[in-house]
C-alpha cells in the first residue's frame, strides 16, 4: 500500500473521484504513485519519452495530448509557474473536476491562492510538504493560462514554451554551434536535439549526409521540425541514453541535460556521454559543451581513449572526445 499524498487524501475522502469516466493525469513523472486510481480508467498525458514510456509498460494508456471527454483530470505540478498554469487550463478545458497534487518548494500555495480567485476549491489535503486540493470547474475558465505548444520568437527560432530555452538559443549551445569545424562528412546525431538549435549548424556543415535530432519532449521535437526544413534530418522522439540506430554515426553532437524536472543529476550527462560512445564508429567523434562547474571528465575518460578540450568561452567546457572504449573490431573498421 502507499502513501503518497494522492492515495492518502482519496482514502481519507479528502479528495473525490467521479464514479465514471476517464481520469487524465498530465504530465506524472516516471515513478509517480498513480495507485489511488482505478487504472482502467487513467489515461497518462505525458510528452517526455522516458515517462510516457515508464506508464505505459506498467499498462497505463498513454498519450502526448489529452483524450476527449474525460470527467477528471488530476495535474501533478511542475515547479515552472508558467507551465503548471497551462496545465491547469488544459485540466479545466473539458471542465469537471480539477485535482492538482503539488509540493510546497514547487509553489503549490500560490497556484492555490490564484485558483481560488476563479473556482470554488475543496479544503486542502496537506502532507508531507505539499497540497492536494480539487475544484469542479466550467469549461474554459481558465483557458487564459494555457500556453501555446510551439511558440515562434521575434528572430524566427521556433521553441516550445516549457521546454529548454524557451527564449533563445542556450549560450552553451552557440559556443558550441561556433566551435564545430567547418567540415563534418557523415551522419549526425544530436542528443537531446531540443527544438534543433544545434542540428540546423550542424546541417551548415559541409560534408553532412543525415541529421538524427533525438529528444525526448515530444513538443521541443516538433518546434525542431519547424526550424528544420532539411531532408537529411530525422526527427526521433526517443531517450537520447537507450536510443539505437542500425548504423554507427561519425559525429555526435550534445549539450546534455543536467538535471530532470527538480534535481541537478550529473548521472543524466553520463549517460548521454555513454550513449554517444555507443552511436560513433571507431573513427568517430563526439563534441559535447557542458557548463564548467560539471563533473565530466570522469564519464568521459570511462567512455574514450581521446579527449581533448576545444577552445571557447570561460563559462563552458568544450570537448571533442574520439576513439570510443568498448567498441568491436568491425565496428571501429568502419
Ligand atoms: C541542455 S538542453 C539542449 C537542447 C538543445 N540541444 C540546444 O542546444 O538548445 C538538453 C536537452 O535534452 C533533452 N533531454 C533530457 N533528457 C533526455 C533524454 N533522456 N533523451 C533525450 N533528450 C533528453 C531536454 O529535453 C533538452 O531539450
Redesign the pocket.
Known amino acids: 500500500m502507499s502513501d503518497s499524498r494522492l492515495t492518502l487524501a482519496v482514502q481519507s475522502g479528502a479528495i473525490h473521484l467521479p464514479g465514471t469516466g476517464a481520469i487524465a493525469v498530465f504530465r506524472p513523472r516516471a515513478g509517480a504513485d498513480l495507485s489511488a486510481l482505478p487504472r482502467e480508467r487513467v489515461a497518462v498525458v505525458q510528452g517526455n519519452?522516458?515517462d510516457h514510456d515508464a506508464w505505459a509498460r506498467q499498462g497505463y494508456r498513454t498519450d502526448v495530448a489529452a483524450p476527449e471527454g474525460f470527467a477528471a483530470a488530476v495535474v501533478m505540478l511542475p515547479r515552472a509557474k508558467a507551465e503548471a498554469k497551462a496545465l491547469i487550463a488544459r485540466a479545466s478545458a473539458m471542465g469537471g473536476t480539477v485535482i492538482v497534487d503539488g509540493q510546497k518548494t514547487d509553489g503549490v500555495d500560490s497556484i492555490l491562492r490564484e485558483v481560488r480567485r476563479r473556482a470554488e476549491v475543496s479544503a486542502p489535503y496537506a502532507k508531507a510538504h505539499g497540497k492536494v486540493f480539487q475544484f469542479q470547474v466550467a469549461p474554459g475558465t481558465f483557458a487564459d493560462w494555457d500556453l501555446p505548444l510551439v511558440q515562434t520568437l521575434p528572430n524566427g527560432w521556433v521553441t516550445a514554451p516549457g521546454?529548454?530555452?524557451a527564449d533563445g538559443?542556450?549560450p552553451a549551445?552557440v559556443a558550441l554551434a561556433e566551435a564545430l569545424p567547418e567540415k563534418m562528412p557523415g551522419r549526425v546525431a544530436?542528443?537531446?536535439?531540443?527544438?534543433g538549435?544545434?542540428s540546423f549548424h550542424v546541417l551548415e556543415r559541409r560534408g553532412v549526409t543525415e541529421c538524427a535530432l533525438?529528444?525526448?519532449?515530444h513538443a521541443?521535437l516538433e518546434a525542431a521540425r519547424m526550424n528544420i526544413r532539411d531532408d537529411r534530418a530525422r526527427f526521433h522522439w526517443?531517450?537520447?541514453?537507450t536510443w539505437a540506430d542500425p548504423e554507427p554515426f561519425d559525429h555526435v553532437v550534445?549539450?546534455?541535460?543536467f538535471h530532470t524536472s527538480r534535481a541537478a543529476d550529473p548521472a543524466?550527462g553520463a549517460a548521454f556521454i555513454a550513449g554517444a560512445a555507443r552511436l560513433l564508429s571507431g573513427h568517430g567523434t563526439l563534441w559535447m559543451v557542458a557548463n564548467r562547474h560539471l563533473p565530466y571528465e570522469g564519464p568521459l575518460t570511462a567512455a574514450f581513449r581521446e579527449i581533448r578540450e576545444v577552445p571557447g568561452p570561460p563559462a563552458f567546457k568544450l570537448f571533442a572526445a574520439r576513439r570510443p572504449q568498448g567498441q568491436s573490431a568491425a565496428r571501429s573498421r568502419r
Not at 526517443?238 to 541514453?241: L, W
Open positions: 519519452r522516458p521546454a529548454f530555452s538559443p542556450d549551445s544530436d542528443l537531446g536535439a531540443g527544438w538549435y544545434l533525438v529528444e525526448a519532449e521541443a526517443a531517450d537520447a541514453t550534445m549539450n546534455p541535460p543524466l
